[in-house]
């Protein structure tokens, strides 16, 4: 089993930023790739970012690419995706979710993804 906990959501103006972390606990991180996902008001949850458990390539959604960093931190007893968000824009604002594949390679596919955060929240206001 891997725990993941997300946290840094919060309320932003657009243009602005926020940096989002994703705690993982349980099982040998650098195993796992790991993904950002997002769900808005009403709409289905879609993928933003994904990262291979070494952490040496990463593959983004063309809504978040240049402006959305995802990246991670291996290193004993961090254990922690991050996902730094600049320029938020309106239509940014949503659920955010972290979630756990047990293979390393990256998968933009939530359906392929193991484990789930409970979700932090983030508004971009205007």
């Known amino acids: 089993q891997v725990q993941l906990v997300e946290s840094g959501g919060g309320l932003v103006q657009a243009g602005g930023s926020l940096r989002l972390s994703c705690a993982a606990s349980?099982?040998?991180?650098?195993?796992?790739?790991m993904g950002w996902f997002r769900q808005a008001p009403g709409k289905e949850r879609e993928f933003v970012a994904t990262?291979?458990?070494?952490?040496?390539?990463?593959?983004?959604a063309d809504s978040v690419k240049a402006r959305f960093t995802i990246s991670r931190d291996n290193a004993k007893n961090t254990d922690t995706l991050y996902l730094q968000m600049n320029r938020l824009k309106a239509k940014d604002k949503a659920i955010y979710y972290c979630?756990?594949?047990?293979?390393?390679?990256?998968?933009?596919?939530?359906?392929?993804?193991?484990?789930w955060g409970q979700g932090t929240q983030v508004t971009v206001t205007t």
């Open positions: 979630a756990a594949q047990a293979v390393a390679v990256m998968g933009e596919l939530g359906s392929s993804y193991d484990y």
């Open positions: 349980g099982r040998t991180f650098s195993n796992y790739a």
């Open positions: 990262i291979t458990g070494s952490g040496d390539a990463r593959y983004y």
